[in-house]
């Protein structure tokens, strides 16, 4: 038989492979068609091998699920031996699969919805060069490789939202929030690096295996793992755009639809929760990082849904919605369910994408138009778009059978019982608040008047860009139904296979009695406040759209605080950014810089010329005064002698 | 046979001669002159010394030092001749150039 | 060993001359033959330096390739020559950037040309010579010599302001080299009453006697040879000279200047300061390190508000330098192996980011930051290769530029020497820190619209342009993903270092605590 294990490498090289081609020469491959195949091979021929991996995964014995493969020595310096080494286990396997395979729909997508753009290769290539950092992150055997794909992901961000670089967005420009996104997951970075030091300095190393291996003798609450924790814990709020470091996100969604949906909804944003779920067993060691992460996850799920609630333009919904999710899935890790977030990844990843492709599609349809006052009555026109946007909203708002509901109750059943009631609540007040946005989306959209422009003619999209929704929607339908709760009746085949992975830190979790009654009832409740969301949303913003508008005047400050985010930006703005550039300029540069130390070096200078000034009186020009001085000198030396 | 001591104090004298003419005279070529004046003494007092040592490294030294008069006399009076030339006297008060 | 093999490292060190001679000889007037005359000399110098690489013994830790001729007969003054890892990566390094820099300067160099190439390969010979004595008399006379091309490089090439820029150069660099030359005098007057017998500026022999001499003693040597160097790095507050130097300097000056002139002084500091007087680095550590810090964050903040790309690039320089600093008095083997990959990395990226701002410079005649905007549309080609140097300067991982600084802060970290995770914890956001300048440098010059006419109707990268920064590029990426290749050539070396400083340290502490 076969050992598809040997391919992996194959995985990582064909994005490379797809890369190198279109990025040199892709300016002068002349067919779209050519490009994007290219591409989309880089992206799918992996996705195969993976699958093929999975496939022989699942044949063979539990506890020979988990392989390393080693290509090269990285980094052979003193104690530090870094490896390009690949770690395959269950959950790297399903991040893989993820990454692929919404990558490669995305990637079909994007042929259509970016056909005619003057920089076509450019966006393909760096689409590959994504995935290949994306695939290092998640199939990486050690910290530092890891890393790698880390910075390789912020990097393709960094391009990919400044792609159309020469365009506004909001007040600034697509290159502020480039740039803006870059710098934001730098202060991650900076958690994440410290921690590795703090891990290797320690540990030794910057294995997983040993690492975890080394850090599992140690006490729970032992305080190196808190610190530990803690800055990679940084590190993933940079990445996942979670408090105190999300504000880069929204603004990210400067970039093309379908980078948005790749990179910042079902990917790269995810990095977070996949790098807490890899060292799952040191955080679960430390019971401070833990409730942390829960608590910032739960107020960011809570924080990004009230400003998701007012936003009106239609990507920065749903990129305050990926803010909530993610809020979700820490809350998840929070509590110790890592295969909840884990699964909950991946149905967002399905029901996220298939949302930001669906809007694009309606943007494309509306040239550009991202405003959803301006648009409404659209179920007509883009009926494809539309059944897929209204699958994938029902999805994210949890109703059954779809696969939201079965992640989504998951995490706040495991919130219930392995953390406090008040996760559970605000968990639970927070999927109103998702339903309320999504359907605000749906009937505003596709629902009502036509706001839009007459000269406008929407029409439905190519076929390339509607088959990669009906797939997507066809999983963000049933893609929950291999984790069917044990309540239901089902078998948590999810849970089951990401249970070697962690095995460590299930161990370590307060034994709960499976209570079924108490199940049902957080499923009938959260059912229930889903419709109750959806009936609201109907009764504000299709019915009542006047009523919508005088509770925003009633709330009107409150409406105001929501518009501008809590006005954080702003504030990191006075209190970061201006301090730090006021200080370096008239501070630093222009007073201790040219003033103190140059002027020290000048004044110095100027000192030696007075002095000299007084000194070259001596030189008269006059031969005599020089004799004059010469004879007086020898006369006194002779005296000097003599006497 | 005249003592050394008179073939000193002559050329004492000569050398304080040749100083004191450096010192107050103004025009270059007596400078100039008087320089030559104190190489002489020192010629003399070499010479002097030779004879009444019965060495003859002192004459030996004498040649040296009137090869190298010889010579700085010619580049002297050249230079003398160059600054009369462009400044037109050869007064030392007045060719101070080499001023601050 | 055959004749060749015995005398290479002299070959080496004089060969820039030939081209000197036959620029000298032939009174080359036609500007394009000269400049192809020296570009040739100095590839035959490169090709001199991979011979010496592939002859090189990777496995050994002590100086190869030893040439020692007595210079004087009562003195113990020698020309003497000899290479390990530490000196090969740097005179590689050099041999590897002279070429690269006069064909830069194919088109911005048009007034004495000849001189213009006399001086280059000349400052080649210098700066070689710098890396191959082992005579601490001929280092000393090498390490001058570099001043004088250097001085009437950016003197008689540089821009409007180049006399004072180039006297403050002048006059920084020689004040410390002074006080080297004292401590230099010093020690070899010490080797007389020692078992040597008479005066001896011999690397090795001074690395005996250094031990026994008196601890008050080694302080005041350890701080002339540290400042000397402190001040060529240069190290905060001993900065001041270089964006001055930079500013003023033709493409061809800064680049030199950055890339292997800056290295002389960390140089320096792994051959002499730490080796020799193991103890007083341990004593003046705090000091050095805080100042190293001092200066990643503050030039990185400086740089952030520069008009000026060169200036910014310079600044920069500060800052990349304040982490090879560090990972020098880190003394551990990560830190060093990282900080002498740093100095290459820096070499490399800073001196293609001179390159690039040269390169713009001939087109638009301004280095205003303001000027530009929107390059991207125009100048797509120089767009790409900006982008990549800007990554491998911020340290993205994949690229040079990363490497060194993780192992820099790794090895410090948990340095025994440093004693405080806090130094690095500091130094650590120096990379957030250069993330802010460069990108948002790189913003405003290349993305936007373009607001001025003017930078929409340059030209692009010429093949000649492109020869020259492609070499750069793929070290830069060889480094960052492959970085085994030239951390092997420096290994045993710094191990050797490391372990040098260990021992000593050891037998030494209880002088310190007594104090």
Known sequence: MVNYINYTSLILIFPLIGFLINGVFGSKLKSEKLIGSISVLGVSIPFFISSLILIQMLSSNIDERLYIVNLFSWIDVGSLKINVSYLIDELSIIMTLIVTGVGALIHIYAIGYMHGDKSFWRFFAYLNLFIFAMLNLVLADNFLLMFLGWEGVGLCSYLLIGFWYDRNFDKSTTADAAKKAFIVNRIGDFGFLIALFLIFTNFGSLEFVDVITQASVLQSGDELLTAITLLLFLGATGKSAQIPLFVWLPDAMAGPTPVSALIHAATMVTAGVYLLARTSAIFILAPFTMNVVAIIGITTAIFAGTIGLVQNDIKKVLAYSTISQLGYMFLACGVGAFSAAIFHLMTHAFFKALLFLAAGSVIHALHHEQDIYKMGGLKKYLPITFFTFLIAALAISGIPPLSGFFSKDEILYKAFSFGSFWYWFFGFIGAGLTTLYMMRLVYLTFYGNENFDDSIKPHESPKVMTIPLIVLAILSAIGGLIGIPHALGGTNYFEEFLEPVFKTSNSQLPFVFENITTEYLLMALSVAISICAIWYARNLFLQNLKKSELIKNKFSSAHNILVNKYFVDEFYEKIFINPIKKLSDSFLWKWFDIKIIDGLINNSAKFIQYLSSVLVKVQTGVTENYVQIFVLGVTLILLKIIL | MIPLNYYLLFAAFLFSVGVVGVLIRRNAIIVFMCIELMLNSVNLTFIAFSAFMGNAIGQMFVFFVMTVAAAEAAVGLAIIIALFRNKKTINIDQINLLKW | ?515
């Open chain 3, 1 to 515: 060993m055959t004749f060749i093999d015995q005398y290479i490292l002299s070959i080496l060190t004089f060969s820039p001359i030939i081209g000197v001679i036959i620029l000298f000889l032939f009174r080359v007037k036609n500007s394009i033959s000269s400049k192809t005359i020296g570009l040739i000399s100095s590839i035959i110098t490169f090709a001199i330096s991979i011979y010496i690489y592939s002859k090189f013994d990777l496995t050994q830790n002590a100086f190869q390739f030893v040439q020692a001729n007595q210079l004087f007969i009562d003195l113990d003054i020698k020309y003497a020559v000899g290479i390990d890892g530490l000196s090969l990566i740097l005179i590689l390094l050099t041999t590897f950037l002279t070429p690269i820099t006069i064909l830069s300067a194919f088109k911005s160099i048009e007034k004495r040309v000849n001189e213009f190439i006399v001086m280059m390969l000349m400052l080649e010979v210098g700066m070689i010579g710098v890396f191959v004595s082992t005579d601490l008399f001929l280092f000393y006379i090498f390490w001058e010599a570099i001043l004088i091309p250097m001085y009437f490089i950016i003197g008689i090439w540089g821009g409007q302001n180049r006399i004072y820029a180039t006297i403050k150069f002048f006059i920084f660099t020689m004040a410390g080299s002074l006080l080297m030359l004292v401590a230099i005098l010093w020690m070899g007057n010490y080797a007389v009453a020692q078992s040597i017998g008479k005066f001896s500026t011999d690397y090795l022999v001074l690395l005996e006697i250094a031990k026994s001499i008196p601890e008050n003693v080694q302080l005041y040597l350890f701080l002339a040879f540290t400042i000397s160097f402190a001040i060529k790095v240069p190290l905060f507050p001993l900065h001041t000279w270089l964006p001055d130097a930079h500013v003023e300097a033709p493409t061809a000056g800064s680049v030199i200047l950055a890339g292997v002139l800056l290295k002389m002084g960390t140089y320096g500091l792994v051959r002499f300061s730490l080796p020799l007087f193991p103890m007083a680095t341990i004593y003046f550590t705090p000091l050095f390190a805080t100042l190293a810090v001092f200066g990643i964050i503050y030039g990185a903040l400086v740089s952030l508000v520069q008009t000026d790309l060169k200036k910014l690039v310079a600044y920069s320089s500060v800052s990349h330098l304040g982490f090879v600093v560090l990972g020098i008095f880190a003394a551990t083997e990560e830190s060093i192996q990282g900080s002498i990959l740093q100095m290459v990395n820096h070499g490399l990226s800073t001196g293609a980011l001179f390159l690039l701002v040269g390169m713009i410079y001939e087109r638009r005649h301004t280095r205003e930051i303001s000027d530009f905007g929107g390059l991207a549309k125009s100048i797509p080609i120089f767009s790409t290769f900006f982008m990549i140097v800007t990554l491998s300067s911020i340290g993205l991982p994949g690229l040079n530029g990363f490497v060194g600084e993780f192992l820099i802060l790794v090895g410090s970290f948990n340095s025994s020497n440093l004693n405080s995770n806090w130094f690095t914890i500091f130094a650590t956001s120096g990379v957030i820190l250069s993330a802010v300048y460069m990108l948002w440098m790189f913003q405003r010059v290349i993305f936007g619209k373009i607001k001025n006419e003017a930078n929409s109707k340059i030209s692009d990268l010429s093949k000649r342009e492109v020869a020259v920064l492609v070499p750069i590029i793929i070290f830069i990426i060889w480094i960052g993903v492959y970085p085994t290749t030239f951390l092997s050539i420096s290994s045993n070396s710094t191990k050797k270092v490391v372990a040098y400083f260990e021992k000593n340290n050891q037998s030494q502490t209880m002088f310190l605590e007594n104090k």
